[in-house]
């Protein structure tokens, strides 16, 4: 999978932006799953059939993945939000994770070194 540096740009600093505005909302990170959804929602109106749907969720994991490697986000694995301190979200239940190991929950968060008050001038 190949993308030109401008649209890798642009993801990356939209992807940052989600996930600082929301850790900024409710002190913890966000579900990849969600995190998945939230950003094919933002593409929902340029995408036409089921292909481009299915690159687009490949290209976001891709990117979520590289931005891991770069020290752009941390990759929390696990229960890690309920061991959290309380911020009740909006129903205040645990997970729904079995707890037979297939269904590992994974939360993205920036890294603390990403300056994310230079990168809110870029665009979304």
């Known amino acids: 999978m190949i993308i030109?540096?401008?649209k890798f740009m642009t993801l990356q600093s939209l992807i940052i932006m989600?996930?600082?505005?929301?850790e900024?909302?409710?002190g913890s990170g966000v579900?990849?799953?969600?995190?998945i959804d939230w950003y094919l929602e933002t593409r929902e109106s340029q995408i036409d059939d089921v292909d481009e749907l299915e690159y687009e969720k490949e290209l976001i994991t891709k990117m979520l993945r590289k931005l891991v490697k770069d020290n752009y986000l941390i990759e929390i694995r696990g229960n890690v939000q309920d061991s959290l301190p309380s911020m009740d979200e909006s129903s205040g239940q645990p997970s729904t994770d079995t707890g037979d190991g297939n269904n590992v929950r994974v939360y993205y968060m920036v890294h603390p070194s990403v300056d994310?008050?230079?990168s809110s001038s870029l665009p979304p």
């Open 116 to 118: 994310t008050e230079t």
């Open 24 to 26: 900024r909302e409710t």
């Open 18 to 22: 989600h996930l600082t505005q929301v």
């Open 4 to 6: 030109t540096h401008d």
């Open 31 to 35: 579900d990849r799953d969600d995190l």
